[in-house]
């Protein structure tokens, strides 16, 4: 916020009574500037009406903004701005969890009852009024500061605010009190016919230079010049959010979740692409979304064969709309090349295959059930040479590597597996040669 001249300054400039300026500068507690986060989109305040003629039942806050933007995280707030109260939340507001801004860019919080009866509008979120001050209403008739802000860090209502929140849009209304503040650097409108301004709009939707003159007063007669106006309907697209890139080495599974959501729709389903093309990197299962606005799953899969490089899936989230809509996400992925495995040494012996293999059941690599196939193949390569059949034990050797292949990956881990099996040949084809 900012770039308009102060109330303090105007008063100066309109030659006020030093006396009450100091009195205001006493009083002015809360004009703290608070910045716009620089993601979050433009949503400004348009149209605000704060009391009108007879019973506040037709009080009501306008935003304006990018149609569909959604409005998940922001908050509506009173700040008080007369006497000792200065400073602290009087209302809050938070928008409700998948609202967006309609397709004609507006969306309405306010008085159902009254905004029904004079203007035949549903606001988009309700208000009942409660006793107030002066009348029946959500928001008093005194010096205040109406905000648009985001709601982390927002306090509830009787807390004072810090400055620290992050405010999209502030206005404020002064009822000439002589302890008059304003919260968040807020441009301020005059008194009306000396007393509290009914409301505002904006002089043209959305024009917003954080200045006064970017306002013109309502009608405290509920006339045609207040225009309270709600979201029309907006088809919004699926928002897709995809999980951390992948990194690994050849050999490795990776896994990255991914998840879309439709505010007002559902989403049915995923489609991917992989660049450059690559059939081991896929979508696992998915699940799509059971309501309106819930949260459909997936997730990109890297098999273990995937050969080494860097790759891009992009992931594209789909709803169920007459005519599809989609939004796509994506996943960075880079596989480095797997180290080669060791050479099998020269004197490899049968005794050195059934340690390998006693290693391998104590660290888990070998799948317990399996343990017996092996140590039977073993035996009898022992039993062949113990009766000089050679190349008996020769061919035993070569059916053991194919048997340890064949259990590959499944039940024996596929670096140990290649290690085992090489260590098998090369022993029968010592035998064989010797």
């Known amino acids: 916020m900012g770039g308009s001249t102060s109330p303090l300054r105007r008063l100066f400039e309109r030659g006020a009574d030093v006396g009450v300026v100091l009195a205001l500068l006493a009083g002015a507690l809360v004009p703290i500037l608070s910045v716009r986060a620089a993601d979050t989109p433009t949503v400004v305040l348009n149209e605000v009406l704060v009391h009108h003629t007879d019973n506040d039942t037709t009080e009501f806050i306008e935003l304006y903004g990018e149609p569909g933007t959604l409005l998940d995280g922001l908050s509506l707030v009173v700040v008080e701005g007369d006497g000792a109260s200065a400073g602290t939340i009087d209302l809050r507001v938070d928008l409700p969890s998948g609202s967006h801004l309609g397709g004609n860019g507006f969306y309405l919080v306010g008085n159902a009852a009254g905004l029904s009866a004079h203007y035949g509008v549903v606001p988009d979120v309700p208000l009942l009024p409660v006793v107030g001050f002066e009348a029946v209403g959500f928001m008093e008739n005194g010096s205040q500061t109406i905000a648009l802000v985001e709601t982390a860090g927002l306090g ?230 113990a009766a000089g059949q050679k190349a008996a034990a020769v061919a035993q050797l070569r059916a053991f590597a194919n048997q340890v292949a064949g259990l590959s990956p499944k039940w024996i881990g596929a670096d140990v597996a290649e290690d085992l099996a090489e260590r098998a040949v090369a022993l029968a084809e010592e035998l064989a040669s010797s």
Request: glycine share 10%.
């Open 156 to 385: 509830a209502v009787g807390d004072q605010v810090t400055g620290g929140e992050n405010v999209l849009d502030a206005v404020g209304f002064r009822d000439g009190g002589a302890t008059d503040s304003w919260a968040f650097d807020a441009p301020v409108l005059e008194l009306w016919d000396g007393f509290l301004p009914p409301g505002a709009h904006r002089v043209a939707d959305g024009q917003d230079a954080d200045s006064p003159e970017d306002w013109e007063l309502a009608d405290y007669y509920l006339g045609n010049g207040n225009t309270p106006t709600a979201a029309s309907p907006f088809n919004v697209p699926p928002v897709v959010t995809c999980g951390p890139d992948l990194a690994g080495t050849e050999g490795e599974a990776l896994s990255t979740p991914v998840s879309a959501m439709d505010p007002d729709g559902l989403v049915s389903s995923f489609t991917w692409s992989v660049s450059p093309q690559q059939a081991t990197i896929e979508l696992g299962a998915a699940s799509p979304a059971t309501a309106v606005g819930g949260a459909a799953t997936t997730s990109v899969e890297v098999g273990p064969t995937t050969p080494s490089g860097d790759y891009v899936v992009t992931v594209t989230a789909w709803n169920d709309e007459a005519t599809p809509q989609q939004t796509s996400c994506g996943v960075a992925v880079s596989v480095e090349e797997a180290p080669p495995p060791p050479p099998p040494p020269d004197d490899t012996s049968l005794d050195d295959l059934v340690a390998m293999v006693d290693r391998m059941l104590a660290d888990g690599a070998v799948d317990g059930s399996k343990e017996a196939q092996l140590r039977d193949r073993l035996e009898r390569v022992q039993e062949m040479l």
